[in-house]
Nanobody
Framework: QVQLVESGGGLVQAGDSLRLSCAAS????????MVWFRQAPGKEREFVAV????????YMAESVQGRFTISRDNTKNMGYLQMDSLMPQDTAVYYC???????????????????WGKGTLVNVSS
């Protein structure tokens, strides 16, 4: 079993920055690929960013490219999502999730995660 706890969300203004953290316990984080998702009110959960086990391979959703950065510190069992230039459309509950083996295509990640956190709310006002 792996427990994931997100933190760092809050209410900010457009243009501000936030850094989300995901703390993992139960098993070494280095054995998992990590993905951040988000879910806005009334919408489906969507992929935001992925970082591979070794911390080198990353991929960001087009909507956040150039503004968000994903990283991890396996020595601390921590994952991070740095969010800059936030916009009101970024408002959502953000979830971290991990998988031993990700599906082949990022659109399928949401169906293939092994463990999920409970999420942290990010609210961006205009």
């Amino acid at each position: 079993q792996v427990q994931l706890v997100e933190s760092g969300g809050g209410l900010v203004q457009a243009g501000d920055s936030l850094r989300l953290s995901c703390a993992a316990s139960g098993r070494p984080l280095r054995t998992f690929d990590m993905v951040w998702f988000r879910q806005a009110p009334g919408k489906e959960r969507e992929f935001v960013a992925v970082i591979r086990k070794n911390g080198i391979g990353t991929y960001m959703a087009e909507s956040v490219q150039g503004r968000f950065t994903i990283s991890r510190d396996n020595t601390k069992n921590m994952g991070y999502l740095q969010m800059d230039s936030l916009m009101p459309q970024d408002t959502a509950v953000y979830y971290c999730a991990v998988a031993l083996l990700l599906p082949g295509y990022w659109r399928e990640y949401v169906y293939g995660m092994d463990y999920w956190g409970k999420g942290t709310l990010v609210n961006v006002s205009s």
